[in-house]
């Protein structure tokens, strides 16, 4: 079994910036693309970035120029690094990845992390 492990979320004031992390643990797991999602209280979940398999990005309107996301194939993680933050990026941010484990192809999400931005 894989577990996807988020961190690096908390409190920061608007303007700053945080690194989020997800960590693949559990059996071998190779990422072939991934993303990042949030949901803020009230509201759907979204998609925030995205990242495939060649390392071609998208991103949401939203968080375009502010928020890059990558990846490090040997340790199996995802990033997402978050800039320029304001009180509207508050939310819980998931993050989900696809690839191959040692018993088959896998779609996997983490369980969430707060960030919140105050003004």
């Known amino acids: 079994q894989v577990q996807l492990v988020e961190s690096g979320g908390g409190l920061v004031q608007a303007g700053g910036s945080l690194r989020l992390s997800c960590a693949a643990s559990?059996?071998?797991?190779?990422?072939?693309?991934g993303g990042w999602y949030r949901q803020a209280p009230g509201r759907q979940r979204e998609l925030v970035a995205l990242i495939s398999n060649s390392g071609s990005t998208n991103y949401a309107g939203s968080v375009k120029d502010r928020f890059t996301i990558s990846r490090d194939n040997a340790k199996s993680t995802l990033y997402l690094q978050m800039n320029s933050l304001n009180p509207e990026d508050k939310a819980v941010y998931y993050c989900n990845a696809e690839g191959l484990t040692g018993v088959g192809w896998g779609n996997y999400w983490g369980q969430g992390t707060q960030v919140t931005v105050s003004s």
């Open positions: 559990g059996n071998t797991f190779s990422i072939n693309s």
